[in-house]
């Protein structure tokens, strides 16, 4: 039995782990060790009620593990500061008034259509309609909103040094007229951050390591 | 707060007590099961080895597998049933020197089973 106590806080530990380096993409509105719980719960409920020559002891013993484990990391986070950033993480702040911080998008595993989509279920829908923007240690999008958003829905012309053809075609540009305007801002596309355009031709445009800009540029597409 | 830290105590009080308890049980009653199987591997070597022997250490085990199901896999407990009937079966046609393999795989099982249970590290990972 101490086995099995000793076999399910190593995967405990081991998943907590896994989950924290694969960043604030995979979690959702749960602590790293709230969700490896639930991972594990199921799992450990499971085995030794549909598989007969286990016995019953052992989920029973493996669960009760999970309640030790989970009351212990919970009373480490109250007495020890510390501690909770190592189990839980800390917020990361992706958005500033300089514009996106690539860097802490990176320590999350996330790139900046992920960023994009957060905003948007935040009800967000241009970058430059908050002031910051941050995921909090459960994964979660929360940002302090400036007093007008535009009331537009852009599309991303370049994430990372990436153009994207297809919504470069929704706006009825072209891979060649964003290299263009790209290097009349001084800065080759590859060096472009992100790139994103509105239907009325509200450029937001950021280069790696710079603030943001907001310009303008002819569109042609109707969306 | 307190309410939660008695209930942590009492949980690790209770796996504590289930570790050291299932334990000392799967050591002591697979212990005896070892000893009763050399007596008879003994009786077997000397060729005076009787139905009768066969049938109570198979009462013996019969006994103490019951128990031994809460603790252990059923499948480990299903090894010892397989080789303890084929040299029981032997025994009962006085073949001793065939049954003599089956009660040594059964002593090497029965060595080693409650090790199988032990905290150590080739068991952990």
Known sequence: MALVFLRTTIIFFTLLLVMRLMGKSQIGEMQPFELVITLLIAELACIPMADSSVPLLYGIVSIVAIFILHQIVWLLDLWFKPMKTVVCGKPSLVITKEGIDSYQLRQNNLDVADLIESMRGAGYFNLDDVYYGLYEANGKFSALAKEQLTPTLPVLLVDSGKPDEKNARIAGLTVDKIKEFASEQGCKLKNVLVMTVDSNGRVYFQPKGKPYKILNMQVSGQW | ?125
């Open chain 2, 1 to 125: 707060m307190v309410k939660s830290i008695i209930y942590t105590l009492v949980a690790i009080a209770l796996c504590l007590g289930i570790f050291f308890g299932t334990q000392y049980y799967i050591d002591s009653q697979v212990g005896k099961f070892h000893s009763a199987l050399e007596t008879l591997y003994d009786k077997i070597e000397e060729k005076t080895a009787t139905r009768e022997d066969a049938y109570s250490v198979r009462e013996l085990w019969a006994d103490k597998k019951s128990k031994l199901h809460i603790f252990i896999p059923h499948n480990d407990i299903s090894y010892v049933d397989y080789w303890l009937s084929e040299a029981c079966a032997l025994i009962y046609r006085d073949e001793f020197d065939l049954a003599l393999g089956k009660i040594e795989v059964l002593l090497e099982i029965t060595k080693n089973l409650p090790d199988s249970y032990s905290v150590k590290l080739e068991n952990v990972f």
